[in-house]
């Protein structure tokens, strides 16, 4: 069966350092990967998707960036954090092709203060 | 940005009651799905259905879908105190690959 890990779980990093959150899945092989951040009491804000390897598509223009390393792992940074990139932050994987359900499978999620 | 949106923000029911939460979205998609968020947990799938369908069931659960309108309604049927959690609709974009989530209706069933 397939298995979506996140860390850490929580995290308080003060403003202007680096971040470094790291996903991964197991038990599927080419997934769609995504990464979410989720305001107190707030819907999901798409942040970046991918499609495979390298290749990384982002939806807001914001203070982090991300990559795909390997097939089954997504990590997420920022050089220099915000305050307002506190939130909670949720990777999610879903299968590629056509045809297919397309529901999502949601990691833990990571709780980031900034401070 | 994100796509759709909820309503009503928050619900609070009785125990044995039905639940209903509408959301609304802005452009073209190949299925619209339902979530469930338990307080400071991932969120969970519940049920998907395509844009050329109008209703699907699954246990509980009635959606209904309205391609003309660009809304989507999600029934619980005889609710229970563990359904207390957020509720999110999204929807799927024809390529599969983006998915946008609403903002989200927050249920309480109280016992």
């Known amino acids: 069966s397939q298995t979506i890990h996140q860390w850490p779980a929580t995290l308080v990093q003060p403003v202007g350092s680096p971040l470094s959150l790291e996903c991964t899945v197991e038990g599927t092989s080419n997934p769609n990967l995504y990464w979410y951040r989720q305001a107190a009491g707030r819907g999901l804000q798409l942040l970046f998707y991918s499609v495979g390897i390298g290749q990384i598509s982002s939806e807001v223009p914001q203070n982090l960036s991300a990559s795909r390393p390997q097939d089954r792992q997504f990590i997420l940074s920022s050089k220099k954090l915000l305050l307002s990139d506190s939130g909670f932050y949720l990777c999610?994987?879903?299968?590629?092709?056509?045809?297919?359900?397309?529901?999502?499978?949601f990691g833990p999620g990571t709780r980031l203060t900034v401070t | 940005s994100q796509q759709g949106e909820e309503d009503p923000q928050a619900l609070s029911i009785q125990e044995g009651e039905n639940a209903t939460m509408n959301c609304s979205y802005k452009t073209s998609i190949n299925n619209l799905q339902w979530y469930r968020q338990n307080s400071g947990r991932g969120l969970v799938h519940l049920i998907l259905i395509r844009s050329n369908e109008r209703e699907k069931h699954s246990g509980r659960l009635r959606v209904t879908l309205d391609t003309s309108k660009k809304s989507s309604s999600l029934l619980i049927t005889a609710s229970r105190a563990a359904d207390t959690a957020s509720y999110f609709c999204?929807?799927?974009?024809?390529?599969?690959?983006?998915?946008?989530f609403g903002t989200g209706t927050s249920l309480t069933v109280i016992p």
């Open positions: 999610a994987w879903s299968v590629r092709g056509q045809g297919r359900r397309y529901e999502q499978y």
């Open positions: 999204a929807t799927v974009t024809n390529t599969g690959n983006q998915f946008y």
